[in-house]
């Protein structure tokens, strides 16, 4: 199957207008849980073949099989979630979205999904039991900040 055959594919399945542009398609598509691992060991190594994600995975995962990321990657590829420079002899991925600008629109769907499109109630619900006392103090302190 093309790469034209499944973006279209994709924007089916994810309902996205067609008039809108390949950022469109990036920024609605949902990475799984293992399609987030692999980007965050891509945001670590930066550009990286198969092989050496698999290297960096085998640190938390022993078990993972190289096919399995492979496919992974290859499958990611085809969301446009990874880029990929064919022009050496083992094909290069990136992550097609930088680290911030996912995690901004992932909890973008999150606090209009689970939350009512309020951030306070997120920042709340985080804040119950989910805050180390290290961390409920270095967020007192950025808020005394803020307000100077």
């Keep these: 199957m093309s790469r034209q055959n499944n973006l279209d594919k994709i924007i089916y399945l994810h309902g996205i207008e067609k008039e809108g542009d390949m950022a469109d398609v990036k920024k609605s598509l949902r990475p799984t849980a293992a399609e987030l691992e692999m980007l965050r060991l891509l945001w670590q190594l930066g550009p990286a073949s198969v092989k050496q994600v698999h290297r960096a995975a085998l640190q938390e995962r022993p078990d993972l099989a190289y096919a399995t990321v492979l496919r992974l990657?290859?499958?990611?590829y085809g969301k446009g979630l990874l880029t990929r420079d064919e022009s050496r002899r083992s094909h290069v991925y990136a992550a097609a979205q930088a680290q911030e600008s996912l995690q901004t629109n992932l909890l973008k769907d999150l606090?209009?999904?689970?939350?009512?499109?309020?951030?306070?109630?997120?920042?709340?619900?985080?804040?119950?039991?989910?805050?180390?006392?290290e961390e409920r103090e270095e967020i007192q302190k950025i808020l005394h900040e803020d307000q100077r």
């Design 111 to 133: 606090i209009h999904k689970a939350f009512s499109g309020s951030a306070k109630e997120l920042v709340l619900a985080a804040l119950r039991g989910h805050v180390s006392q």
């Design 73 to 76: 990657m290859q499958i990611m």
